[in-house]
């Protein structure tokens, strides 16, 4: 929970440092997320990942710096993940928290493009076969934070509603583990990582844009 409530303190100051026009909305929409095996991990089973369906909600913060600038914060939920074609069915969803601060240029009126990392908090992960059991929560077993890249466009629909369409790129290692090798040396080795997702969401602003 105090980690959470440090994501809503980050955002709340990312909206006093403004100096611009400052515009607050809601956004909801879906994503097509994957994950990085490395490794071998899946080879041994002969399995192979694929991408799975998943949403996001939360709120916008932009301020409008220039005619043709603007920062962006949000604070959103998104559920990410990967399926695995094995005979059970796998599905494996990991629950963020998500601070993307980012930073857009307006190509016209109604068009513009942005970028910005993003910084992701794992609230929890599930896996689940088709018979729909799910498992205990899995999220001590991963890395606590995701940091990546979002890049997209966005267009204005109305003056108060907007879509975007974005590509996230995590830049972490969701999995690690520890061994000893035959020497007796200790040594890390990757098995997740690069969470990836194509995203797109609608987004409500409470005032006109102008």
Do not use: C, W
Not at 40 to 63: C, D, F, H, R, W
Not at 89 to 96: I, K, L, N, S
């Amino acid at each position: 929970m105090k980690k959470l409530l440090t994501f809503v303190f980050l955002f709340i100051i990312g909206i006093q440092f403004s100096f611009g026009q400052t515009y607050l909305g809601l956004k909801a929409g879906g994503n097509v997320a994957n994950m990085k095996f490395v490794n071998g991990l899946l080879k041994v089973s002969n399995t192979e990942n694929e991408n799975k369906m998943g949403y996001q909600v939360g709120i916008i913060a932009q301020e409008q710096m220039s005619n043709k600038v603007y920062v962006r914060s949000e604070l959103f939920y998104s559920l990410k993940g990967y399926k695995l074609d094995d005979e059970q069915g796998t599905t494996v969803d990991f629950h963020y928290i998500n601070l993307p601060v980012l930073i857009g240029y307006k190509l016209s009126s109604d068009f513009s493009a942005f970028l910005g990392p993003q910084l992701g908090y794992l609230a929890a992960v599930y896996s689940k076969d088709e018979n729909r059991e799910r498992s205990d929560n899995l999220r001590n077993v991963y890395n606590e934070y995701d940091l990546g890249i979002g890049v997209g466009v966005s267009y204005i629909l109305t003056p108060r509603i907007s879509v975007d369409l974005r590509y996230n790129y995590g830049l972490t290692n969701i999995l690690v583990t520890n061994f000893i090798d035959s020497s007796g040396n200790k040594e890390v080795s990757e098995l997740l990582k690069n969470n990836r997702s194509l995203e797109i969401s609608f987004n409500y602003f409470f005032r006109p844009k102008r």
